[in-house]
């Protein structure tokens, strides 16, 4: 599956954005997809994960109650709302996908997030 990540942009602290992960060539059928980031000079992060199938959600602590992940089965693209953004939130923001419960193998390109204070 490859996978598209968009939605990425420059916002002021206190902001908010949504990403979006679309999947070309088929569908996010049996799938879990993720969202992970790489701040400069920081290892990768995992933030939040869906379960196509189920819908059922996992979050990082570190982004827990400001950040939301979800799905649209019509558009075929999970989503990640992004709330009360803070300047160490910038990072190159990434969607993966895994099958069932496998590693995740496929990822996107990631989507630059830049939050100034």
């Known amino acids: 599956v490859q996978l598209q990540a968009s939605g990425g942009g420059s916002v002021q602290a206190g902001g908010s954005l949504r990403l979006s992960c679309a999947a070309s060539?088929?569908?996010?059928?049996?799938?879990?997809v993720g969202w992970f980031r790489r701040a400069p000079g920081n290892e990768r992060e995992f933030l939040a994960r869906?379960?196509?199938?189920?819908?059922?959600?996992g979050i990082a602590d570190s982004v827990k109650g400001r950040f939301t992940i979800s799905r649209d089965k019509a558009e075929n693209a999970v989503y990640l709302l992004m709330n009360n953004l803070i300047p160490e939130d910038t990072a190159v923001y990434y969607c993966?996908?895994?099958?069932?419960?496998?590693?995740?193998?496929?990822w996107g390109q990631g989507t630059l997030v830049t939050v100034s204070s």
């Open positions: 993966a996908a895994a099958l069932g419960a496998t590693q995740f193998a496929y």
């Open positions: 060539g088929r569908t996010f059928s049996n799938y879990v």
């Open positions: 869906i379960g196509w199938n189920s819908g059922r959600t």
